[in-house]
Nanobody, 127 residues
Framework: QVHLVESGGGSVQSGGSLRLSCAAS????????MSWFRQAPGKEREGVAV???????SYADSVKGRFTISQDNAKNTLYLQMSSLKPEDTAMYYC?????????????????????WGKGTLVTISS
């Protein structure tokens, strides 16, 4: 059973930065991709960024150029560096992982593809 724990959320003003972390444990199969999702109040959950096991990345258009996803495989930790934050970035942020998947990693931006989820960390951006 894979266990994911997010941290680093908080409240910042518009234009500020935050770095989210996701500590992963319990992998027994091969990890294929890890992703960040977010869900704002009253909205559907959306994929924000994905990173494949070889380090390839992809982003939602809404965060491209502002967010950077990275991973430290030695520490089994996923990161999301968020800059130029906007009030519309306010949401609960979740990390998720898919194991033993040989498909296109871009599909890991779709929530139904992912196997395991953390409980989330709240990001609030004030104007």
């Amino acid at each position: 059973q894979v266990h994911l724990v997010e941290s680093g959320g908080g409240s910042v003003q518009s234009g500020g930065s935050l770095r989210l972390s996701c500590a992963a444990s319990g992998y027994t199969g091969s990890r294929s991709c890890m992703s960040w999702f977010r869900q704002a109040p009253g909205k559907e959950r959306e994929g924000v960024a994905v990173i494949s096991i070889d380090g390839s990345t992809s982003y939602a258009d809404s965060v491209k150029g502002r967010f950077t996803i990275s991973q430290d495989n030695a520490k089994n930790t996923l990161y999301l560096q968020m800059s130029s934050l906007k009030p519309e970035d306010t949401a609960m942020y979740y990390c998720a992982t898919r194991v033993s998947y040989d498909g296109d990693y871009h599909y890991c931006l779709l929530d139904y593809v992912m196997d395991y989820w953390g409980k989330g960390t709240l990001v609030t951006i004030s104007s």
